[in-house]
Nanobody, 124 residues
Framework: QVQLVESGGGLVQAGGSLRLSCAAS????????MGWFRQAPGKEREFVAV????????YYAESVKGRFTISRDNNKNMVYLQMNSLKPEDTAVYYC?????????????????WGQGTQVTVSS
């Protein structure tokens, strides 16, 4: 079992930056792929970024590529999402997710554990 808690969300102006954190407990996350997803009101939950267990392979949604950076610290059971050059369309609840066996890294159905979400609001 893995418990995930996100933090770091808030209100930021367009062009600004935020750093989201995801703290894991219950089990170490060394062997888990860790992903970030987001969901805006009335829209489907969408993939944002994922980092594989080794920490050496990352993937990003085209909409955030070049602006967001995902990282992890397995020793601290922490995952981060650095968000730069934020746009109003980035506004959503951001969720941290963990998956032991993830084949389709961009699919939320591949993940076993989810955090409660943290709100990110980008004003224009």
């Amino acid at each position: 079992q893995v418990q995930l808690v996100e933090s770091g969300g808030g209100l930021v102006q367009a062009g600004g930056s935020l750093r989201l954190s995801c703290a894991a407990s219950g089990r170490t996350i060394t062997s888990y792929a860790m992903g970030w997803f987001r969901q805006a009101p009335g829209k489907e939950r969408e993939f944002v970024a994922v980092i594989e267990w080794s920490g050496g392979t990352t993937y990003y949604a085209e909409s955030v590529k070049g602006r967001f950076t995902i990282s992890r610290d397995n020793n601290k059971n922490m995952v981060y999402l650095q968000m730069n050059s934020l746009k109003p369309e980035d506004t959503a609840v951001y969720y941290c997710a963990a998956g032991r066996l993830v084949n389709l890294l961009r699919s939320p159905y591949q993940y076993d554990y989810w955090g409660q979400g943290t709100q990110v609001t980008v004003s224009s």
